[in-house]
């Protein structure tokens, strides 16, 4: 059964930075291009990154602040957020890029001040 848990969300004060881990079992990742998704409040789930192999590629809404990251080894994604605003604030996710999964719980991110 394949499963993600998403760690690394709190409270953050807007300018503020948090890292965002996914740790992925019953599955490897290596085999597939991964992402990062969020879900808004009141909105639907959206696109925030993905990594493949090598490339990477963003949602406009990122504006060079967030790096999407994995670790192949340890079978884990990871997501790096800087100068967060209160827009961000939302669940986010992990998931293959396509032929998404189960989602799991997601990991709170909160920018307020």
């Known amino acids: 059964q394949v499963q993600f848990v998403e760690s690394g969300g709190g409270l953050v004060q807007p300018g503020g930075s948090l890292r965002l881990s996914c740790e992925a079992s019953g599955i490897s990742i290596i085999a597939f291009a991964m992402a990062w998704y969020r879900q808004l409040p009141g909105k639907q789930r959206e696109f925030v990154a993905r990594?493949?192999?090598?490339?990477?590629h963003y949602a406009d809404f990122v504006k060079d602040r967030f790096t999407i990251s994995r670790d192949n080894d340890k079978n884990t994604v990871f997501l790096e957020m800087n100068r967060l605003e209160p827009e961000d604030t939302g669940v986010y996710y992990c998931n293959t890029e396509t032929h998404q999964r189960s989602w799991g719980q997601g990991t709170q991110v909160t920018v307020s001040s």
């Open positions: 990594v493949g192999a090598v490339a990477k």
